[in-house]
């Protein structure tokens, strides 16, 4: 559970880097107001906020979040969150319920695309 919570954490620190760093991620949080959940089924786990072009987080639950990604385990969530072939795992923790979302589906997509900002891309290299 530790690793999890750790994970959640970290995500939170990449997204703030992200949006400091990046004038591109910081334009499509500029206009966004959506608080999300991501959690175990035994309810441990942290709640995200972005609002005026700012992330944050916080231990625990919120009342409305927009979405809510519940793992069954904090392990699962783990593996998940931190999978190298993350469209495959993810798609696969959604098929066999390891992973079960609720809430706005479009916010969930601009959740996704969100999380894109934090992915290695591999350098396209030049051959001649």
């Not at 966004?32 to 786990?45: M, R, Y």
């Not at 009342?63 to 969150?81: C, D, I, N, Q, R």
Request: one cysteine or more; proline letters at 3%; hydrophobic letters at 40%.
């Amino acid at each position: 559970m530790m690793r999890f919570k750790l994970l959640l954490w970290m995500l939170t620190k990449l997204l703030q880097r992200a949006v400091k760093t990046n004038p591109k991620c910081a334009a499509y949080v500029n206009d966004k107001n959506v608080t999300f959940q991501i959690q175990t089924a035994s309810g441990e786990g942290r709640y995200f906020e972005v609002k005026n072009g700012k992330i944050c987080s916080h231990a625990g639950q919120t009342e409305s979040p927009s979405f809510t990604f519940t793992f069954k385990t904090g392990s699962k969530g783990f593996a998940v969150l931190s999978a190298k072939d993350s469209v495959n795992t993810f798609l696969t923790a959604l098929r066999t319920q390891d992973l079960v979302i609720t809430g706005n589906f479009v916010d969930v997509m601009w959740f996704q695309s969100l999380v894109d900002f934090i992915q290695p891309h591999p350098q396209s290299s030049l051959t001649v």
